[in-house]
DNA sequence: GCCGTTTTCGGCCCGACTGTTTTCAGTCG
């Protein structure tokens, strides 16, 4: 059992025992010792063997005896009978923005209500008003949060979806060695996908039975909706729908190119073909009622006099007339990344020291990292105060001098929060100490959109501003973005030289990679920033590069392909040092 | 539930905000 999992199981009596009502501290406690387990740098395991539990911070009799059950025989008895005095439908409502586990209790308490449809039931019968401390614009809100629940029922992250798509696509090849591939809105690598389509070659010689008992046995299958010769459609056990389609060889390539094709790109290109006298749909292209045999899809662009579109710009958002222009841009990829931002160490809300991030990197070969805190308002994330500056920057001086043989830098960044009036979190004369500073909003995000642009606009005045940290706020499937005019934010920001954060983390790609357009247009820069809380999170910078590469970027859009010299000349000129 | 002591029990993170009230309760980051 790895500490993630112990660490989830602590979380989860935390938040059980603040449902039963139970004093909050005893709940944190539970929470903090999640925390101090996710922040161990050894195995959990070893520590449970060694008998050395105790000795961490937050850890006494209870704790200890209990971890160590959880580690030793994977289970917890007093977890297990905690989950039986709480109806599960409690845990679901925390999920209602603005329902803590007090008002769950009281609603649970005072009127037996215990899944969110009884407690829809009861907002519309008028129920919850009525209780203390709540009224009708409390009931109110409850149901908005309960309608927009029903809303993402059936989407899901990317980072998700992807995940079961390559454990289920490796099991077909292993199994059956067959030639298959992810379509649709996965392979277009949109943020929000509703299901997972996977397309197969029917091999030549033998029958689709193999293939089809493989899918619809897999271990992630809860249901098989429908199953014939060459289709089968089935529910996973998170709930998201998985589609198998077999074709022949001579029609796989087109299957390929129709099945990832948004709505609009395909009718995009239909029209094209009929401009050219031919005629496209998922079976191939014709002329008249020849199929044009083709052994791989981007001959299919070739026949249609375009340059090949990558699936992550088929959105029928201009890339068919550009490529029939020969201008589609050379997107940025993974290796043209030379150096890594925004990441959190155990200064504020991270788990890894800066020594662990920083090899982390040197050993992903980059050539730098930018270590970014929380700033000293943000108290839930341990934010730093004016003394933690500085004991971490002598710390990253010293670890300079190690890395200096390998020609690694470690650059003292910050994520300082912008404050209700668009003032900073520090004053300028500490904000000087850095190699760089991201500004983000952490607070008041309910603001009217004039005072949040206002806010935002104040921000980037401020000189030593280098980047806007997650410029919308939005939280997938969570939280929507903030009020804000992100125009006249992007504007302001290439005005200023501000670089605009594609912030990579799966749960928020914000930018949206519909504005990354928009804002080259205006002039704007870009860094991809991983936002990083733990060295393995840094890999999560590939999903920033998605939503760069949909966003049409290049190499050259984008900071951190720079070597740490002109990258920290971008930084200092910019500030005026 | 843990910690640090006053070795037996009080304190444990806090400020902004929302919505409820009419001075406060609860949520959120």
């Known amino acids: 059992m790895n500490k993630y999992e112990v660490a989830r199981v602590l979380s989860s009596i935390g938040l059980l025992l603040e449902l039963k009502g139970e004093s909050f501290f005893k709940a944190k406690a539970y929470y903090d010792a999640a925390r101090t387990v996710e922040m161990l740098d050894e195995d959990i395991e070893t520590v449970v063997y060694e008998n050395r539990l105790g000795q961490l911070r937050g850890f006494g009799q209870a704790l200890t005896s209990k971890v160590t059950e959880l580690v030793t025989t994977g289970k917890m008895a007093y977890y297990e009978r905690l989950q039986k005095t709480v109806p599960p439908g409690l845990i679901e409502m925390t999920k209602i923005p603005g329902l803590g586990a007090k008002r769950i209790r009281t609603i649970y308490e005072s009127l037996g209500i215990s899944t969110i449809d009884e407690l829809k039931k009861a907002c519309l019968d008028n129920r919850i008003a009525s209780l203390k401390n709540f009224g009708r614009s409390m009931q109110q809100n409850i149901l908005n949060g309960i309608e927009n629940l029903d809303k993402i029922k059936n ?14 696509l490796k099991d077909l090849k292993d199994g059956a060695r067959v030639t298959a591939e992810v379509v649709g809105s996965l392979r277009r690598k949109t943020e929000i996908v509703s299901d997972i389509d996977i397309i197969a070659m029917l091999p030549g010689d033998t029958g689709s039975g193999e293939i089809l008992d493989l899918f619809t046995g897999h271990r992630f299958v809860s249901e098989v909706v429908s199953t014939d010769d060459f289709k089968s459609s089935v529910v996973l ?42 005629r496209i749909d998922e079976s191939g292209l014709y002329r008249g009622d020849c199929r044009i045999n083709i052994s ?8 249609l006099g375009l340059q090949y579109i990558p699936p992550e710009l088929r959105e029928n958002t201009g890339e068919i007339e550009a490529a029939l222009r020969s201008e589609l841009p050379e997107l940025v990829t993974g290796s043209d990344i030379r150096g890594i931002l925004h990441v959190h160490t155990n200064y504020s809300d991270g788990t890894d020291s800066i020594e662990k991030l920083a090899d982390y990197c040197v050993k992903e070969g980059y050539e730098y990292i930018g270590i970014c805190d929380h700033s000293k308002s943000a108290h839930y994330a341990g934010g730093l105060s004016v003394e933690d500056i500085k004991r971490q920057h002598e710390e990253i001086d010293l670890l300079n001098e190690k890395y200096c043989s390998c020609s690694f830098r470690i650059l003292k960044g910050i994520e300082v929060d912008i404050l209700p009036d668009g003032s900073l979190d520090y004053d300028d004369d500490v904000l000087e ?14 603001m009217d ?19 806007l940290g997650h410029p919308t706020g939005r939280l997938l499937l969570a939280r929507e973005p903030y009020s804000i005019d992100i125009g006249a934010v992007l504007k302001k920001a290439a005005e200023k030289n501000v670089i605009i954060e594609i912030n990579a983390n799966p749960h928020r790609l914000d930018l949206d990679w519909r504005f990354c357009r928009p804002a080259k247009q205006s002039g704007c820069m870009f860094a991809i920033n991983p936002d990083a809380h733990r060295s393995e999170e840094i890999d999560e910078i590939r999903f920033g590069l998605n939503v760069a590469r949909k966003g049409w970027l290049t190499a050259r859009d984008i900071v951190n392909t720079l070597g740490v010299r002109e990258i920290m000349g971008l930084f200092r000129e910019k500030r005026g040092i």
């Open 449 to 467: 959109g004039d005072k949040m642009t206002r806010r935002v606009l104040t921000a980037l005045e401020n000189p030593h501003v280098n980047i």
């Open 433 to 446: 100490w850095f190699d760089f500073v991201i500004a983000s909003v952490h607070s008041s995000f309910r």
């Open 155 to 168: 989407r899901f992250l990317y980072v998700r979806a992807e995940e079961l798509a390559a454990d289920i």
């Open 296 to 303: 791989d899809e981007a001959e299919i662009f070739d026949l």
């Open 237 to 278: 056990a998170n709930g998201m729908r998985c589609d198998l389609r077999m074709v022949s060889d001579s029609r796989y390539p087109y299957a390929l190119y129709y099945f990832t094709g948004s709505r609009g790109h395909n009718k995009a290109m239909a029209r094209l073909a009929e401009q050219k006298g031919l």
